[in-house]
């Protein structure tokens, strides 16, 4: 039996990255780009534009010809200003010489932190539901993802306690993500706590993921990077694409111990060398002169997320209010439809977008997505549609 040229050039390709399901979310992106009447609840990006006075800050910057490289590390002016702001906000100190990395999102943070640590074998423990990347880039590594589980009962919330019974020997670093994309949920500040208390007494990382950190409504943000007693196990990750609606300027930056830095460095000099300056510069001035402009976003995403989870529980699919981010995950098991096909359906026949819950991890969670980073009035027809929709099954 003869082999194909097309068998034979599929032998040739990494089998570990044939083995990586695509991306989720990414099939029903295709699906809306060809649907320009359709109201998208899907996407996880700001409906706002950067604020003007950092896109105005871009365009100087290019008119005075800034388009050269900068260090490997990124702008030193801007590592200062992330540096005092990690220091204001969560009373967290990371030097900005050598500690702190600009990188291409936290999509690459979080690329570099886990090359930095993984070994082929070693276990990194996600909180489950968990952002769609987490498992991949893991596995990619040669890594096992260990899933915890939190629960809809508890609000999504993580518990150090089932925290604790994952841990082996092999424990590698805990990955947490709060607030948490896809459910919003912020970790209690007692169990972030009681984590770093697991964290220092088995000697495993804790690579914190603080993209959201800035969208918290009913609390003061706190990061569990403020607890010194772990403080060379930390592995800090954040950016401006939520906060500022800074998605396409793609900075994001990581902070660790020196040593960490350095493994982090090696990998980002060969394979991006840095950030783009642009971006860069733009992110200065987020730092410095955009708090009003956050704050006014942060608002306006509080009055959509109390119109969405009232309408969600008014149609009768249970939905707790998120303390933070931009999503809700109301359960859809009343329907009698699972998720994937609860979202493909209101998709065609609604045309209102949502994302399936089961594709946040490795656990079969009956509920979905929907992003209220959209127009107020937009999320009032969507939501309007939904209880239609789910009208007509009933």
Known sequence: MTTSILEKKTMQLSQTALNISPSGIRKFFDIIAQMPDCI???????????????????????QNGKTQYTSNFGMLELRQAISAYLEKRFSVTFHPENEIIITFGVSEALDLALRAIINPGDEIIVPEPSYVSYHPNIQLLYGVPVPVITTMENEFQLKASDVERVITQKTKAILLNSPNNPTGAVIPWEELEKIAKLAKQHGFFVITDEIYSELIYDQAPRSIASITDIQDQIIFLNGFSKSYAMTGWRIGYVCANKEAIEIMMKIHQYTALCAPILGQIAAIEALKNAEEDKKRMVDEYLRRRNLITRRFNEIGLQCHAPGGAFYVFPNISSTGLSPEVFAERLLFEKKVAVVPGNVFGITNYQNVRAAYATNYDKIKIAMDLIEQFVGDLR
């Open 40 to 62: 998208s609840l899907g996407v996880g990006e700001p409906d706002f534009v950067t604020p003007k006075k950092i896109i105005d800050a871009g365009i100087q910057a290019l």
